[in-house]
């Protein structure tokens, strides 16, 4: 079994149900908080991340990646005996996910309905694309449809080029990061009240939900907000500015700060040019104050600025890609970087966990992924442990 | 005062002294889910948001959409009689959350060491730019520089462009999600260990944790992620292709569907081609099945092709601009759009909580946010009562 127990969700016992990423990154969550998960899948391949790249050694990276530090046991749903084994392990748990379609599970006879009454400490988590209601909860749902039709995507990227994804599949993860705190919200309500309730997230509403001010730019003015480029709508200068051999993100998010920004420059003058006289102004007249600022950029490097731009105390960095970032030293200082060792693929590196909790250990290796069912006989034998 | 307790976290006491977004998102969560959060500013204008764009009426639409339901205290931590005050507030609180540079707060003698003999129970949470420890601890960020720095910039907008900013400020968003998962994970651990403790959360960190599938191909294949357009790097087709009269996003994620998908094209003889037989081979030939796609959907609207597409079960969407989204019918389905009257900006909406649980209310109407300092007399008297 998967050494567990040491984190805040310490006891906490999860069944999960989720395949591929808005669930299992939930749980992944829980687990590297404590919480001991057990991974039911399908007999047919379980999880379908397992056979989506990429690959090492015929194992599934991104599957290791979000399943790290989890128990696997494969049951059929539709078995009498497989059942039976699923009812004993609802009887322990504390929490049972699952990201089907709505109405699967009930077809099962395991929507939240039918579980309540048997399990009524239970917390049920559902996530899915649309919601257990509306209109459109029956549709399926991915990442990139969400992202679409929740408007992320028509706020990122240039004018002019076709729509862009953002480069992560933040329709699940966000919608995986709501999941999690409705989960720990309900068992914070159970302390009280002594029982679980059913927690719904959809896709959609998590990337409403994070739009932040874009819905607010529309309610203030009616005016749909399209696509940013590389600049904040409303604060100035706060974008990715071309050197001469790259870029440099600079974020001079208040007076003092353009202030000072202008003296590293050798441009005093324009923190006194009326057009620039106040965030508001900066952002009304932004192609204006680009443009100089590119002028006193071009004469030298990234690095040189970001040297000059830091002892200045202006909040600035590099545009890093992801071996930048994996060498980075913070990133390696908190810890990010952990490492799992896998018996086919070997150690692999994966992102650690960005909670960091005073009282509780972040330990720098983690317990790597299950295959398939690894699981099942420790987990039939501790059934029969009384509970 | 403002109305508490009927969320799941109603009775827990939340002091706030954050500022602009990863941390009055990670309260306003907090509020939302029943707590009661009191916004601890400066005497100075407060909340530095409060300035920041756009306004109606003189009021900021962006601070009203982050900061409903909370109450408002002006303080400074740096007078003796206000001092006194903050600590009455901290010795009923349950949490404690700032988003100061790291040790600002030891600086005002309030740091963790020394807040934790005098409340022993406090969930001290701080969220900040590169966390607590490490050699970037001091550095000042804001949301465009840890979007740079941790990577999903080098992921996101199409090749040849300039860098692109995720359209929303995922730096600051994620973190703040991330430090509302540790503060409750710490509430729940408090259930059993009957002490709190520090919640340490970095925006870069955050990014890290947030990269997803990018570290796992840098691992599996040594090359660095570039831009991805608007495509999956390792699921095809899941990206957004053209029509005759926009885009419509496809993605069809695994066999049966992309058999659905060419059947639903009248170009039945591309599932059998073996250049597109799995999904491993449908990535590696993207470019020349994304050419027959287009093809195939150049004939037709975006509109005609989402109702063929939804008939035959295939998960796609229309790429919606932001007064798209606010008139979906299932976002109304799902209150995810609320309003808040204010009585100078009028009825104002904005995003939803996108936790719905089966035994709390979700109500389409919210308390306003504060105004600077609104509550003091009311938070002065309710001192006064024993605790």
Redesign the interface.
């Not at 980075?328 to 990133?331: A, E, G, I, L, S």
């Given at each position: 079994m998967v050494a567990h127990g040491s984190?805040?969700?310490?006891?906490?016992l999860v069944i999960d149900l989720t395949r591929v990423?808005a669930g299992p990154f939930c749980t992944m969550?829980l687990a590297d908080?404590g919480a001991r998960v057990v991974k039911v899948e399908s007999r047919q391949g379980g999880d379908?991340s397992r056979?989506?790249?990429?690959?090492?050694e015929g194992r599934s990276?991104?599957f290791?990646?979000l399943n790290r530090g989890k128990e696997s046991i494969a049951l059929d749903l539709k078995d009498d005996a497989d059942r039976a084994i699923f009812e004993q392990l609802l009887a322990r748990a504390d929490v049972l996910i699952e990201n089907f379609r709505p109405g699967a599970m009930a077809r099962l006879g395991y929507g939240?309905d039918d579980l309540r009454p048997r399990f009524p400490k239970l917390v049920y988590a559902s996530a899915s694309?649309?919601?257990?209601?509306?209109?459109?909860a029956s549709?399926?749902?991915?990442?990139?449809?969400?992202?679409?039709?929740?408007?992320?995507?028509?706020?990122?990227?240039?004018e002019g080029?076709?729509?862009?994804?953002?480069?992560?599949?933040?329709g699940d993860?966000?919608?995986g990061?709501?999941t999690?705190?409705?989960i720990?919200?309900?068992?914070?309500?159970r302390?009280?009240?002594g029982?679980g309730?059913?927690?719904?997230?959809?896709m959609?509403?998590?990337q409403?939900?994070?739009?932040?001010?874009?819905?607010?730019?529309?309610?203030?003015?009616g005016t749909?907000?399209?696509?940013?480029?590389?600049?904040?709508p409303?604060?100035t200068p706060?974008?990715?500015l071309?050197t001469n051999d790259g870029?440099v993100?600079i974020?001079a998010?208040?007076d003092a700060l353009f202030e000072a920004l202008c003296r590293v420059l050798d441009r005093p003058e324009l923190a006194s040019d009326p057009r620039f006289a106040s965030?508001?102004d900066r952002?009304v007249n932004q192609p204006a104050l680009k443009e100089l600022l590119q002028a006193a950029l071009a004469g030298q490097t990234t690095d040189a600025w970001l040297a000059r731009l830091?002892e200045a105390?202006?909040?600035?960095?590099?545009?890093?890609?992801?071996?930048?970032?994996?060498a980075?030293?913070?990133?390696a200082?908190?810890n990010?970087?952990v490492t799992v060792d896998d018996p086919v693929a070997g150690p692999?590196?994966?992102?650690?966990?960005?909670?960091?909790?005073?009282?509780?250990p972040d330990p720098p290796t983690r317990p790597r992924a299950p295959t398939l069912d690894e699981h099942r006989a420790q987990i039939l034998d501790w059934l029969k442990t009384p509970s």
């Open positions: 984190g805040p969700l310490a006891g906490t990423l969550l908080l379908d056979s989506i790249g990429p690959f090492v990276v991104y290791m990646s939240f694309g649309f919601g257990q209601t509306g209109p459109f549709r399926p749902a991915y990442d990139i449809v969400v992202q679409a039709m929740g408007g992320i995507m028509s706020l990122t990227g240039h080029t076709p729509p862009t994804r953002v480069g992560t599949s933040v993860l966000a919608a990061l709501f999690t705190i409705g720990q919200s309900a068992l914070l309500a302390e009280t009240s029982q309730t059913h927690v719904d997230v959809a959609l509403d998590s409403v939900a994070i739009l932040e001010n874009a819905i607010a730019r529309y309610e203030a003015t749909a907000p399209g696509p940013l480029g590389n600049r904040h409303s604060i706060f974008e990715a071309a870029f993100v974020a998010g208040n965030n508001d952002t830091t105390g202006i909040p600035c960095g590099p545009v890093n890609d992801v071996p930048a970032v994996l980075h030293p913070q990133v200082a908190r990010m970087l692999t590196r994966m992102a650690g966990n960005p909670i960091k909790l005073a009282d509780f």
